[in-house]
């Protein structure tokens, strides 16, 4: 069956082709299937609050007084967004019992004031701190390709990509802090983009790092993305696709081709070369400043850091509720000190600049989201070695961007039949009109290849 974008569908409720009902039903159908993967992609259904918004949009339009785009559109949210009455989990145990929230999260009070139908809240691994999607507590949804198999979905955001994949809703709200909207979108076959994260309230969104923190979009192309990117904004991007003959795009030859297994490999240097045959030129450039990330980061960086000062005081208590991976990870932020975190302030802005520096005169940089297509559930939660080197490896790419500060968007880039690959676009700050212009066009002669 033919998936129906969220763009498509917005057309659709326009003409009156579809009403907001036949949206949603199909989509709980789904998250309800016994069969399916509903009880872990999601931690929270909203079965009786949704079909009330999607009354009122088909209402709304039967008027003709529809609130945008998004009126009577099903999305989904992460568990890490605050809904006013009940406690923001962000895929834990640990906060089963927590305050409720005594307001909604910025962003879903922008997604409801659209008229967008929340049909839930998301799974994903806990507190967002991991590129894998794995989660013991409320199990971890399988990747939609090869899915006897049982591959992961990528993460943080797990939830939101399977939600996505499998009709579950038309558009996901994730975070992204190093990856974590890009990875599941480039492993699961879908358009992830991370804005640069001062454009978007982060008010009521449970945080990991807050340095780095960004929150983002998931849908099935760009034009959906946009959609989802206006209403929680809080300035609408205006992209216009650009002429490809035109562009000057980078591929960093430092860390970011290391390691590519032969799909991802494969599938890379076809759009690369695809991109070329529209006219675009592609420099390799050196950017050696990617190698010196790890040095940077060897402590744990600013996710450790911060993320201890968030969890200290419930590790005290509740350590043994946390994912033993998770734990391992935020208690390498108990050595760090307020010097530490003034020496990586430092640090990061004389490295944005050397790097902004490299990228003058470039529209982009173009590099693989991740290394490798998605490994099994069951290898990963075998080995505790192997989940990590796995872990560094899906991180690696995308995290380059949230330390720059940057914006960037996964696009699928596989050929038809094979392995989810994602082909990432990466640009510096605010400079995103220009990125999902450049976005557009290359979306397109993707499609073409």
């Given at each position: 069956m033919k998936t129906v974008t969220l763009q498509q569908a917005s057309e659709?409720?326009?003409?009156?082709?579809?009403?907001?009902?036949?949206?949603?039903?199909?989509?709980l159908s789904a998250i309800d299937a016994a069969d399916g993967e509903g009880a872990r992609t999601f931690t929270r259904v909203y079965h009786a609050s949704a079909r009330q918004q999607a009354l009122a949009a088909a209402s709304r339009r039967?008027?003709?007084?529809?609130?945008?785009?998004?009126?009577?559109?099903?999305?989904?949210?992460?568990?890490?967004?605050?809904?006013?009455?009940?406690?923001?989990?962000?895929?834990?145990?640990?906060?089963?019992?927590?305050?409720?929230?005594?307001?909604?999260?910025?962003?879903?009070?922008?997604?409801l004031q659209a008229g967008a139908v929340i049909v839930g809240k998301t799974n994903m691994t806990e507190f967002a701190y991991s590129g894998l999607g794995i989660n013991p507590h409320y199990g971890t949804p399988a990747n939609a390709f090869d899915r006897p198999s049982r591959r992961i979905p990528g993460g943080s955001s797990s939830g939101a990509a399977v939600a996505l994949t499998d009709g579950m809703c038309l558009g996901s709200i994730g975070s992204d802090t190093g990856g974590s909207v890009r990875i599941p979108a480039a492993l699961c076959g879908l358009t992830g983009f991370k804005p640069t994260a001062r454009r978007i309230n982060?008010?009521?969104m449970q945080p990991l790092s807050p340095s780095l923190d960004?929150?983002?979009?998931?849908?099935?192309?760009?034009?959906s993305c946009l959609l989802l990117d206006a209403v929680i904004a809080d300035q609408p991007l205006q992209p216009v696709a650009q002429d490809l003959a035109a562009a000057r795009f980078a591929v960093p030859q430092t860390l970011v081709l290391d390691g590519l297994d032969q799909a991802v490999a494969s599938a890379f240097y076809q759009?690369?070369?695809?991109?070329?045959?529209?006219?675009?030129?592609?420099?390799?450039?050196?950017?050696?400043?990617?190698?010196?990330?790890?040095?940077?980061?060897?402590?744990?960086?600013?996710?450790?850091?911060?993320?201890?000062q968030w969890h200290q005081s419930l590790i005290a208590s509740q350590a043994e509720n946390y994912d033993p991976r998770v734990l391992s990870r935020i208690r390498r932020g108990a050595e760090l000190t307020a010097s530490d975190r003034?020496?990586?302030?430092?640090?990061?802005?004389?490295?944005?600049?050397?790097?902004?520096a490299r990228l003058t005169g470039y529209h982009a940089l173009?590099?693989?989201?991740?290394?490798?297509?998605?490994p099994t559930i069951a290898e990963l939660e075998a080995d505790e070695e192997h989940y990590f080197r796995v872990n560094g490896a899906m991180l690696r790419n995308p995290a380059i961007i949230n330390f720059l500060d940057g914006c960037a968007i996964s696009l699928p880039c596989q050929l038809a039949g094979s392995a989810p690959v994602g082909l990432m676009i990466s640009a510096l700050a605010m400079q995103d009109n220009q990125l999902i212009g450049w976005a557009l066009s290359i979306e397109q002669a993707l499609k073409r290849a």
């Amino acid at each position: 069956m033919k998936t129906v974008t969220l763009q498509q569908a917005s057309e659709q409720l326009a003409a009156g082709i579809c009403q907001p009902g036949e949206l949603l039903e199909p989509a709980l159908s789904a998250i309800d299937a016994a069969d399916g993967e509903g009880a872990r992609t999601f931690t929270r259904v909203y079965h009786a609050s949704a079909r009330q918004q999607a009354l009122a949009a088909a209402s709304r339009r039967a008027r003709q007084q529809a609130l945008g785009p998004l009126d009577g559109i099903p999305v989904a949210i992460k568990d890490l967004f605050d809904v006013a009455g009940e406690a923001t989990t962000g895929g834990s145990t640990v906060l089963a019992t927590a305050d409720a929230a005594t307001a909604n999260a910025a962003v879903v009070d922008r997604l409801l004031q659209a008229g967008a139908v929340i049909v839930g809240k998301t799974n994903m691994t806990e507190f967002a701190y991991s590129g894998l999607g794995i989660n013991p507590h409320y199990g971890t949804p399988a990747n939609a390709f090869d899915r006897p198999s049982r591959r992961i979905p990528g993460g943080s955001s797990s939830g939101a990509a399977v939600a996505l994949t499998d009709g579950m809703c038309l558009g996901s709200i994730g975070s992204d802090t190093g990856g974590s909207v890009r990875i599941p979108a480039a492993l699961c076959g879908l358009t992830g983009f991370k804005p640069t994260a001062r454009r978007i309230n982060a008010a009521g969104m449970q945080p990991l790092s807050p340095s780095l923190d960004s929150i983002g979009v998931l849908a099935h192309d760009v034009s959906s993305c946009l959609l989802l990117d206006a209403v929680i904004a809080d300035q609408p991007l205006q992209p216009v696709a650009q002429d490809l003959a035109a562009a000057r795009f980078a591929v960093p030859q430092t860390l970011v081709l290391d390691g590519l297994d032969q799909a991802v490999a494969s599938a890379f240097y076809q759009a690369i070369e695809r991109l070329q045959s529209q006219g675009a030129r592609v420099d390799s450039l050196p950017l050696t400043e990617f190698a010196g990330l790890a040095a940077i980061n060897a402590r744990g960086g600013f996710t450790a850091l911060e993320s201890w000062q968030w969890h200290q005081s419930l590790i005290a208590s509740q350590a043994e509720n946390y994912d033993p991976r998770v734990l391992s990870r935020i208690r390498r932020g108990a050595e760090l000190t307020a010097s530490d975190r003034i020496a990586l302030e430092q640090q990061r802005a004389d490295w944005q600049q050397r790097v902004s520096a490299r990228l003058t005169g470039y529209h982009a940089l173009l590099m693989p989201t991740v290394p490798t297509i998605a490994p099994t559930i069951a290898e990963l939660e075998a080995d505790e070695e192997h989940y990590f080197r796995v872990n560094g490896a899906m991180l690696r790419n995308p995290a380059i961007i949230n330390f720059l500060d940057g914006c960037a968007i996964s696009l699928p880039c596989q050929l038809a039949g094979s392995a989810p690959v994602g082909l990432m676009i990466s640009a510096l700050a605010m400079q995103d009109n220009q990125l999902i212009g450049w976005a557009l066009s290359i979306e397109q002669a993707l499609k073409r290849a």
